[in-house]
RNA sequence: UGGGGUGUGGCCAAGUGGCAAGGCACCUGGUUUUGGUCCAGGCAUUCCCAGGUUCGAAUCCUGGCACCCCAGCCA
C-alpha cells in the first residue's frame, strides 16, 4: 500500500464499516476501484482511488483494482495499461487482486440462465426505440412488452442463440422481469445483455453478447467477496436494481454499495466525455498535457503523488455535491514541495544588467540549496560576472509605493551576490529598457553589508556569461471561468484561458547540469519547476508545477474578478399549504375532519392535530391512551413528537410495539413532574426495544427526578471545582456556558437531575 | 411533474440533544538574504427557511424552499 505512516481521516462510509464490524455483519474489509478502461484516469479517480485503497489499508483489508469492461465499442488496452500505471504512481499497489469483469463472463452468463429459470428474466425482442417508448415516463408508468410472456424453454432457447451468434446487433436483449410501474425508472424490467458483434480488447472474440452495468458490476462485486462497494453519487438510483439482482440471482456475498460524491475542482473539467474533446480536437497536447487534471498530465506537470494523496484525504468524503477551490490544490503541492526542494535560480524573463564597476574573472559564490527552515543540508556554486540578467519585473523605474525591488538608485541585494545600485537605464528606440547599468559594492559578498546596513529587497539572478538557456513552460488554469460547464448556453471550450501555457526563454544558473534531470527545484521567488519529461530536445525545458504564492501581486494587480457575490439568498415563496395525504383523508372522512377542529379548540398545536387526526388508526390509539391519562395536549404533543414518526409509511401505530396505556403512563409521570423528558425518552427506548411496564421501569431503576436542593448541590459543586476554565470563561461573558454545566450534570446524574433546578442552583454556583 | 439524494462561513468539512472542530481563502502583526516558509492573532451570536417539542436544538418533530441524479441496447 501507500506510505503506512499516511494517517486516512475518518468519514461517513467508515462509519457504516465500523457499525458492520461490530455487529459482526463482516470480519474483514475488502474494497475495489473498478475503472472502465475507456479513458484516461484523472484527479477525480484519484479521490475514488485514495478512498478504496486507504479504505482497505485502513482496515487491514484487500482493494481489488478491476477492469470493468463490459462495453467493447469504447474500451482499449490503451488504457488498460494507463490506468496501472497511474495507479502505481499515485503509490498503490493491488497485488495479486487484478481481474477483468470480462474474465467473469461465463459466471455472468450462467447466473442469467439462473434468472430465466427461476422466471425473472425474458428475452425481449422489441426495438430500441420501441423500449423507450415502452419504459414510460418519470411521471407514468411503463407498459409490458408483447413479449414479456415468453415460456422459460423459449427464454433459454433465445438467450443461448444470443451468445451463439445467430442474431444481429440489437434484434434481441436479455431483460430482468421486475415490473413497469416502479417510480423508479431503472427498476422498469433493466436490461441485462445486448448483443454486440465486436471485437473485446481482452477476451477477442469469445462473446458476442455483453453484460449491462446493472447486472454485471454487482455480480463482480459478489463473486470477489467484496463487502463495501463504494460508488458515485449518480448510482444511488442503481442500488435498488444492484440488489435486486444480488438476491435474485441467488449469488453467494452479498456486497452493500455506498454511494460518495465525486470530486469537482475549479477551472477545469473532469468528465471523460469531455476531456475527450479536449484531447481529440487538439486543444491540448494529450491526455498527458500538463494542464490536464488527468494522472498522467498532473504527473508529467512535476505535481508529486504525495500531494495528491494528501488533497484527497484533506478535501474529505460525503454525499454533498460540491466543487473544491482550485487553491486548496495548489496549497498542498507547495506544502509538499517546500519541505523537500532544492532551490536554485532562473531568470524567466531576462533584463540583462552591467556591472560596471566589476572587472574581474567570474567569482564562484556559495548558495544554500535550502533556506534556514528546511532541515536540509546541500549547497552549489554560481558564478557572479559582470554581465547578469534579472527579472524584468523586479525592475520599476517609477517605482509604486511599497515597491522594494530594483528602482534607480534603490540599493537591492543580489541573493547569495552582492548589494548593487542601479546608475542608469538604457532604452532602444521604442522606448523598451533594454539594459541596466549598475554597481556593486565589493563589501557585500554573499549579501551581507560589513557595516550592518540593510536592504529591503533580495532579487535573483543569474550570469549571463555562464547561465544556460532553457525554455520555461508557465502553466495556468486550463479555463478562465471557475465552472466552466456554469453556462449551459455555451459550449465549455469557450471558456478556455488562452494564457494557460505561456513559452518563456529564459536562462539558468548551470549547476542544474550536474543533477537528476527529475528533480522537482524551486526557482527562487518564480515557483517550483521540473524538466519536462518527454523533451527530446538539447535545449532545457521546464516545466512549472505551481507558483510560489504571491502576496504582492494582490497589491499590483488589478482585481481580476470581482469579490465572490455573496449568494443571494433565494427568497423563500409564501407557504401555500399543500394538500397533504392527512388533508385528504379528512376530506373523506367527517370523524376526522371534526377531531382536527376540536382537537385545535382544546388548545392542541395546529400540526399536533394534524398528525393526530391523520388517519383513523391514529386517532383511535390517541384516544386509548386518553382514557388512561385524559391530557389531550400532553399526550398529543408527546405522541407526535416522540412516538409517531417512528411508524413505518404503510404500518399503523399498534405495530410499533408498545401501548397506548404505556404511552399514557409515560406521560403522565411527565407531567406529574415524577421524571424529566429525557428519562421519558430513555424508558420509551427501553419499553419499545424490551416491553415493561414504564412505571415499574422508573422504579426499578430509580428514574425519578432529583429537585432536591440538598442532593443536588453538592454533585452541582463537584462539576463547578472540576471546570475552573469554563467557569472563568462563563464568569467573562459566556453565558452560553450553562448548557454545558447543566450537561454535565445531567451526565452524572444519569439524568434524573431536574434540569429546572440544577440551572438555578447553578446560577448561583457561577456568580462571580 | 413520480422517485432517489443533498443543504453548517467565500470553498471544503467535523458535529448524531449540552462550549459551532480543522483545512483552504481572506485580513492584521512578527521573523526572514525568496514579497516564499514559519509564528501569533482575527474571521459563523448561528447551521436553507418557518413553526413546534425541550431547562437546552445544527442535531428531535411538522411543513416548506433550493440544488443534484434518473426516461442509453453507456458506466
Redesign the pocket.
Known amino acids: 500500500m501507500a506510505d503506512s505512516h499516511e494517517v486516512i481521516p475518518?468519514?461517513?462510509i467508515h462509519?457504516i464499516i465500523d457499525a458492520d464490524l461490530a455487529s459482526g455483519k463482516h470480519d474483514h474489509v475488502v474494497t475495489r476501484f473498478?475503472?472502465?478502461p475507456?479513458g484516461y484516469l484523472h484527479i477525480g479517480h484519484a479521490k475514488a482511488i485514495v478512498l478504496n485503497f486507504g479504505t482497505a489499508e485502513k482496515y487491514d483489508g484487500r482493494c481489488h483494482l478491476r477492469f470493468?469492461?463490459?462495453?467493447p465499442?469504447?474500451e482499449s488496452v490503451e488504457y488498460v495499461e494507463s490506468m496501472q500505471e497511474d495507479i502505481q504512481w499515485l503509490g498503490y499497489d493491488w497485488g495479486d487482486h487484478l481481474f477483468y469483469?470480462s474474465d467473469y463472463f461465463e459466471k455472468m452468463f450462467d447466473c442469467a440462465v439462473h434468472l430465466i429459470r427461476r422466471g425473472k428474466a425474458y428475452v425481449?425482442?422489441?426495438?430500441?426505440e420501441?423500449?423507450?417508448e415502452y419504459?414510460?415516463?418519470?411521471?407514468e408508468p411503463g407498459r409490458f412488452s408483447p413479449y414479456r410472456g415468453r415460456s422459460i424453454d423459449e427464454n433459454l432457447d433465445l438467450f443461448h442463440r444470443m451468445r451463439a451468434g445467430e442474431f444481429a446487433?440489437?434484434?434481441?436483449?436479455l431483460r430482468a422481469k421486475i415490473g413497469m410501474d416502479?417510480?423508479?425508472?431503472?427498476m422498469r424490467d433493466?436490461?441485462l445483455y445486448?448483443?454486440?458483434h465486436a471485437r473485446h480488447h481482452h477476451r477477442g472474440d469469445d462473446w458476442c453478447i455483453?453484460?449491462?452495468?446493472?447486472f454485471?458490476?454487482c455480480l463482480e462485486d459478489a463473486f470477489e467477496a467484496v463487502t463495501h462497494s463504494l460508488c458515485s453519487?449518480?448510482?444511488?438510483?442503481?442500488?435498488?436494481v444492484y440488489d435486486w439482482v444480488i438476491r435474485e440471482t441467488e449469488v453467494e456475498n452479498q456486497p452493500q454499495q455506498i454511494?460518495f460524491?465525486r470530486l469537482?475542482m475549479?477551472y477545469t473539467v473532469m468528465s471523460k466525455?469531455k476531456l475527450l474533446r479536449l484531447v481529440e480536437g487538439g486543444l491540448v497536447e494529450g491526455w498527458d498535457d500538463p494542464r490536464l487534471p488527468t494522472l498522467a498530465g498532473l504527473r508529467r506537470r512535476g505535481v508529486p503523488p504525495e500531494a495528491i494523496r494528501t488533497f484527497c484525504h484533506?478535501?474529505?468524503?460525503?454525499?454533498?455535491?460540491?466543487?473544491?477551490?482550485l487553491?486548496?490544490f495548489?496549497?498542498?503541492i507547495?506544502?509538499e514541495l517546500?519541505?523537500r526542494a532544492p532551490?536554485v535560480m532562473a531568470v524567466t524573463d531576462p533584463l540583462k544588467v552591467t556591472i560596471t564597476n566589476f572587472d574581474g574573472d567570474t567569482e564562484w559564490l556559495d548558495a544554500s540549496y535550502?533556506?534556514?527552515?528546511?532541515p536540509l543540508e546541500g549547497s552549489r556554486k554560481i558564478p557572479f560576472t559582470r554581465e547578469l540578467f534579472i527579472e524584468r519585473d523586479?525592475f520599476e523605474e517609477h517605482?509604486p509605493k511599497?515597491?522594494?525591488?530594483m528602482s534607480p538608485g534603490q540599493e537591492v541585494?543580489?541573493?547569495?551576490?552582492y548589494y548593487v545600485t542601479c546608475q542608469d537605464v538604457i532604452k532602444d528606440d521604442s522606448g523598451r529598457i533594454i539594459e541596466l547599468l549598475c554597481t556593486y559594492d565589493p563589501d557585500?559578498?554573499?549579501?551581507?553589508s560589513a557595516d550592518g546596513r540593510?536592504?529591503?529587497?533580495?532579487?535573483?539572478w543569474v550570469s549571463a556569461t555562464e547561465g544556460i538557456p532553457c525554455e520555461l513552460r508557465l502553466y495556468d488554469r486550463l479555463f478562465a471561468q471557475e465552472d466552466p460547464e456554469e453556462d449551459k448556453e455555451k459550449d465549455f471550450l469557450e471558456c478556455l484561458n488562452p494564457d494557460s501555457l505561456i513559452l518563456r526563454r529564459g536562462v539558468i544558473e548551470p549547476s542544474v547540469l550536474d543533477d537528476d534531470p527529475t528533480t522537482t527545484y524551486?526557482?527562487?521567488?518564480?515557483g517550483y519547476f521540473r524538466q519536462d519529461p518527454k523533451n527530446t530536445g538539447d535545449l532545457l525545458v521546464f516545466n512549472r508545477v505551481v507558483t510560489?504564492?504571491?502576496?504582492?501581486?494582490?497589491?499590483t494587480e488589478e482585481p481580476t474578478e470581482a469579490?465572490?457575490p455573496?449568494?443571494p439568498?433565494?427568497?423563500?415563496?409564501p407557504?401555500?399549504?399543500?394538500e397533504?395525504?392527512?388533508d385528504r383523508l379528512r376530506a373523506e372522512d367527517s370523524l376526522l375532519a371534526d377531531r382536527y377542529q376540536s382537537l385545535q379548540d382544546q388548545g392542541l398545536?395546529?400540526?399536533?392535530a394534524?398528525?393526530l387526526t391523520g388517519d383513523r388508526h391514529t386517532l383511535a390509539f390517541f384516544d386509548e391512551a386518553l382514557k388512561s391519562f385524559h391530557d389531550p395536549n400532553?399526550v398529543g404533543?408527546?405522541l407526535?413528537?416522540?412516538v409517531?414518526?417512528r411508524v413505518d409509511e404503510d404500518a399503523a401505530v399498534d405495530s410499533l410495539g408498545i401501548t397506548p396505556d404505556q404511552v399514557a403512563a409515560l406521560v403522565e409521570m411527565?407531567s406529574e413532574d415524577r421524571i424529566?423528558?429525557?428519562i421519558s425518552?430513555e424508558v420509551l427506548e427501553d419499553v419499545l426495544a424490551n416491553g415493561g411496564d414504564p412505571r415499574a421501569i422508573v422504579a426499578d431503576q430509580g428514574l425519578e427526578k432529583v429537585s432536591d436542593e440538598d442532593a443536588l448541590r453538592p454533585q452541582l459543586e463537584e462539576i463547578v471545582a472540576a471546570?475552573p476554565?469554563?467557569v472563568q470563561?462563563f464568569r467573562d461573558g459566556?453565558d452560553?456556558?450553562?448548557?454545558?454545566?447543566?450537561?454535565?450534570?445531567?451526565?452524572k446524574t444519569g439524568?434524573t437531575a431536574d434540569?429546572?433546578a440544577?440551572?438555578e442552583i447553578l446560577q448561583d454556583l457561577l456568580s462571580p
Open positions: 475518518h468519514n461517513f462509519d473498478p475503472p472502465e475507456n470493468d469492461d463490459t462495453n465499442l469504447t469483469a425481449d425482442s422489441l426495438s430500441m420501441e423500449i423507450r419504459r414510460g415516463t418519470v411521471t446487433d440489437g434484434e434481441h436483449v416502479s417510480p423508479n425508472m431503472l433493466p436490461l445486448r448483443i454486440r455483453y453484460p449491462m452495468y446493472d454485471a458490476h453519487l449518480e448510482f444511488e438510483n442503481n442500488r435498488e454511494e460524491a469537482n475549479g466525455r484533506r478535501i474529505g468524503v460525503t454525499k454533498a455535491n460540491s466543487r473544491v477551490e487553491e486548496l495548489e496549497n498542498t507547495r506544502d517546500n519541505m532551490r535550502y533556506p534556514h527552515d528546511v523586479d517605482p511599497g515597491f522594494y525591488r541585494r543580489l541573493r547569495y551576490g557585500t559578498r554573499s549579501g551581507t540593510k536592504v529591503k529587497g533580495t532579487i535573483h524551486q526557482f527562487e521567488r518564480r510560489l504564492r504571491d502576496t504582492w501581486a494582490k497589491h469579490p465572490k455573496k449568494k439568498r433565494a427568497p423563500q415563496k407557504q401555500e399549504p399543500t397533504s395525504e392527512r398545536h395546529e400540526e399536533t394534524d398528525v400532553a404533543t408527546w407526535v413528537n416522540e409517531l414518526h411527565v424529566s423528558t429525557q425518552r471546570h476554565d469554563e470563561r459566556n452560553r456556558l450553562i448548557g454545558f454545566f447543566i450537561g454535565q450534570a445531567m451526565k439524568g434540569p429546572v440544577v440551572r
